[in-house]
């Protein structure tokens, strides 16, 4: 959510910003917003003198009852009760306009920086580095399903009678990969200073309105039937929400978190649920980075955040790739964004692997999150990244390290976490 005074003194800028998204059905909304802000203020403004006036008032009351003057003192009385009555329906009018604006200003986009490329879509997406190279062995790469079948690793059959499709089975040495992979994740971050959490798997709605557009909640989370609980689809979600209408210490920040969770989405949207594979499924695991900071260093934390997860994957043999999002591509409350995609040598291409972005203030502003300092109060920054998702992360680990037998090496820093082991083999059926 943008600060209302962008709208005061430059909506030309925001008006600029919302082309720049490709989201004209929503300029209208400007102006609506900018005509309900003047009524509030004009509002808010002669309630403040009635108010005012009402001390004045009440002081010449107890003068003249003194002076035994009634009938004066009687005409004041009535103006009051005149007065209360109108600041009554002052601050109804001011409720039900603070409502409309909050509406109005949710829905506006954020402003995106400015070395964002324009663009309308994914399609439009720039690329800004590789690293690693990306190879393509002689021998035929099988579909991931396959691979994992090879080990006996995957059951989306049994999966879709106990849950239906968008669900799997990982068994064996896949699920024992995609555990070491979360911890080895885990301790990466702890390695790099950020503290370890677990945070609820379920949050309230209005966190969900703080942490998110509206759109974005209607195609991602699954409420809780009679419950104001949603299931997270990241625990993004919960590691903002933690510090909702809180007031934080300058000299805490910056506030570096890394938390494990299940990720729960429905997937509403033209990609739809892979039927075989499990690149696009309802649940998956997730190690997430979260950042807290002063406005002044997000840029620096979204440098360091993408940085980290380019690393992760190279230490994993995954050769990959930064994706700078363009503007159509963002969603609402984002300023700036990027797709870490690793390499799939069986479709010779990337995909995406993890997601790094800074809000700017949006969420802290929704949620209200402000740190205090020398100069005063003011919203802080927060940013968020992918360490790893264990689904796409998986996919890509099987693919690199593959072998033309059918055995995947396991990569160094996973074998502490695998008992020592340094090779998967196929299970003979």
Not at 84 to 90: F, G, K, Y
Not at 217 to 230: N, R
Request: glycine share 6%.
């Amino acid at each position: 959510m943008i600060d209302i005074n962008l709208i005061r003194t430059n909506k030309q800028l925001v008006k600029e910003n919302i082309k720049k998204k490709f989201q004209d059905q929503k300029l209208p909304l400007v102006d609506e917003v900018e005509e309900l802000d003047k009524k509030y203020r004009a509002l808010k403004q002669e309630g403040d003198n009635l108010r005012a006036g009402r001390n004045s008032l009440s002081s010449q009351i107890g003068l003249l009852m003194k002076e035994k003057k009634l009938e004066e003192a009687n005409k004041i009385k009535e103006q009051v009760k005149k007065n209360n009555e109108r600041i009554a329906e002052i601050e109804k009018e001011e409720e039900i306009l603070e409502g409309k604006i909050k509406t109005i200003m949710m829905t506006i986009p954020n402003i995106i920086d400015e070395s964002v490329p324009v663009g309308k879509d994914d399609s439009e997406n720039v690329e800004i580095q590789k690293f690693g190279d990306p190879k393509v062995p002689e021998f035929e790469i099988p579909y991931h399903a396959d691979i994992l079948d090879s080990f006996c690793s995957l059951d989306k059959d049994s999966a879709g009678r106990t849950s239906g499709n968008g669900f799997y089975f990982l068994m064996g040495d896949g699920a024992r990969l995609v555990s070491a992979m979360i911890s080895y994740a885990r301790d990466f971050m702890i390695e790099k200073g950020f503290t370890y959490c677990i945070p609820p798997f379920m949050i309230r709605g209005d966190v969900v309105n703080g942490v998110m557009s509206f759109a974005e909640m209607d195609a991602m989370m699954y409420k809780i039937e009679g419950e104001d609980l949603y299931l997270i689809g990241t625990s993004e979600h919960s590691m903002i929400g933690k510090f909702k209408g809180q007031i934080i210490n300058e000299n805490q920040l910056p506030i570096t978190m890394t938390s494990y969770s299940p990720c729960f989405r429905k997937e509403v949207g033209a990609h739809g649920i892979e039927e075989r594979g499990i690149y696009r499924v309802h649940q998956f695991e997730k190690q997430e980075m979260v950042v807290l900071c002063k406005p002044e260093e997000s840029m620096d934390w979204y440098n360091k955040m993408w940085n980290f997860s380019v690393e992760l994957f190279r230490s994993l043999n995954i050769p990959v790739r930064t994706l700078e999002c363009c503007s159509g591509d963002l969603a609402d409350l984002k300023v700036k964004s990027c797709d870490i995609e690793a390499w799939s040598p069986r479709q010779k291409k990337y995909f995406e692997v993890c997601s790094c972005s800074t809000l700017g203030d949006a969420q802290a502003r929704r949620l209200g999150i402000r740190a205090k300092g020398e100069k005063g109060t003011y919203y802080l920054h927060t940013l968020n990244n992918t360490v790893l998702a264990s689904t796409r992360a998986l996919i890509a680990l099987l693919e690199n390290n593959l072998q033309a037998d059918g055995t995947v090496v396991v990569p160094k820093p996973l074998q502490m976490y695998m008992g020592g082991k340094t090779v998967l083999k196929p299970i003979k059926k």
